[in-house]
């Protein structure tokens, strides 16, 4: 049998694709009710009519107004997933300033935006459950991940933030750290990405992580070893693992 969600009603931001998309329709297998949000109109909605119940709220997370507008239209809800990513490889030999602040922008001021208009509410309500969406890549610096990493590592870092801040009150607080996921994203990669899951698979990872109620979940095992391990290693030798892709 399975383990009772920790919400009711789920706002997932970054639901039109990958791991979003994967992770809408996993929460309505375990009977959430779902608001599901991205910026594309028509894969939202052709979402929607694949789960049991679900309305689409189009956002664009880098709008303050827009995300303002998305949350009074989204209702009430007692849960939230942040799994918005912008990725575009960029190394500091090869810089591209448009796609670092792209990034930036989507994948850390996105999520304050989004968290300005739904911590406020949880903490009135003393009760709610945040999942931040992060990536093995925020742990250390890795190479041609400028604006990617740095942008994760800053979602990671916030959601310890609200972990401490939030301990005291019913508010659960969570982030998931995925390694590569098979989407139009990496599809730009050009090396090969190690224990390569389907978003599917990530999402399942997820779920554990959910009903685990562990606070840093990094997943798929055992790649996530290296980086969580990897934290306490000199970062000479951290680094040295990934000199075959500078």
């Given at each position: ?13 970054g ?6 998309r ?14 599901v949000?991205?910026?594309s ?5 052709d ?22 507008h998305?949350?009074k239209?989204?209702?009430?809800f ?15 030999t ?15 001021t ?6 300005g208009e ?14 931040l969406?992060?990536?093995l890549?925020?742990?250390r ?11 994760k590592?800053?979602?990671?870092h916030?959601?310890?933030n ?36 389907s ?33 306490h ?14």
């Open positions: 049998m399975s383990k009772e969600l920790p919400a009711k009603r789920y706002w997932i931001i639901a039109s694709e990958g791991l979003g994967a992770l809408a329709h996993a929460l309505d297998k375990r009977g959430a009710s779902l608001v949000s991205a910026r109109e028509d894969r939202l909605k979402l929607v009519g694949e789960l049991r119940d679900a309305k689409a709220v189009m956002v664009d997370v880098t709008d303050p107004d827009s995300v303002s998305a949350a239209q989204a209702g009430d007692d849960g939230i997933v942040y799994s918005v990513g912008a990725y575009e490889p960029m190394k500091a090869e810089w591209n300033g448009d796609a670092a602040r792209l990034m930036v922008n989507t994948n850390i996105g999520c304050l935006n989004i968290l739904v911590v406020p509410k949880f903490v009135e309500a003393n009760r709610g459950h945040i999942a969406i992060g990536s890549s925020g742990f610096g890795l190479p041609g991940a400028v604006g990617y990493g740095l942008s590592a800053a979602v990671m916030t959601a310890e609200l972990r401490i801040d939030l301990s005291k009150t019913d508010i659960l607080v969570q982030r998931m750290n995925p390694g590569f996921i098979e989407t139009r994203l990496t599809e730009k990669n050009e090396f090969d990405m190690p224990q390569l899951m978003p599917e698979a990530a999402a399942n990872h997820v779920m554990r992580a959910i009903d685990s109620r562990r606070f840093s979940y990094s997943f798929p095992r055992p790649f996530s070893w290296l980086f969580t391990v990897g934290q290693l000199p970062l000479s030798w951290f680094q040295g693992f990934f000199k075959g892709l500078v």
